[in-house]
């Protein structure tokens, strides 16, 4: 069984920094959905076994990087630069396989962590 724990969400200003990590059980393509109050989970990153198939949302890029320890099962976000509209609940989703077009849908993770809340305030 898939097992994932995120960590590192809290409250920070609008331009501060937060890195999450996600402690994974085993070997999987992973990503990092979102979910904002009264929204539906969207894409935000994906890293691939191999630190590949990086991939992310419009809305992130330039400010957020994926990254992976694979020693330790270990999966990071650093989300700088972070904006009121970032905040989300943010999960760590895995999945075997996956298709290069299923990549940035949500839906297509079988896996995923409990979250972890980021609130930015303005």
């Known amino acids: 069984q898939v097992q994932l724990v995120e960590s590192g969400g809290g409250l920070v200003q609008a331009g501060g920094s937060l890195r999450l990590s996600c402690a994974a059980s085993g070997r999987y393509f992973m990503a990092w959905p979102r979910q904002a109050p009264g929204q539906a989970r969207e894409f935000v990153a994906s890293i691939g076994w191999l630190g590949g198939h990086l991939y992310y949302a419009e809305s992130v890029k330039g400010r957020f990087t994926t990254s992976r320890d694979n020693a330790n099962l270990t999966l990071y976000l650093q989300m700088n630069s972070l904006e009121p509209e970032d905040t989300a609940v943010y999960y760590c989703?895995?999945?075997?396989?996956?298709?290069?077009?299923?990549?940035?849908?949500?839906?297509?993770?079988?896996?995923w962590g409990q979250g972890t809340q980021v609130t930015v305030s303005s």
């Open positions: 989703a895995a999945s075997g396989m996956i298709a290069v077009e299923s990549i940035r849908l949500p839906g297509s993770y079988a896996s």
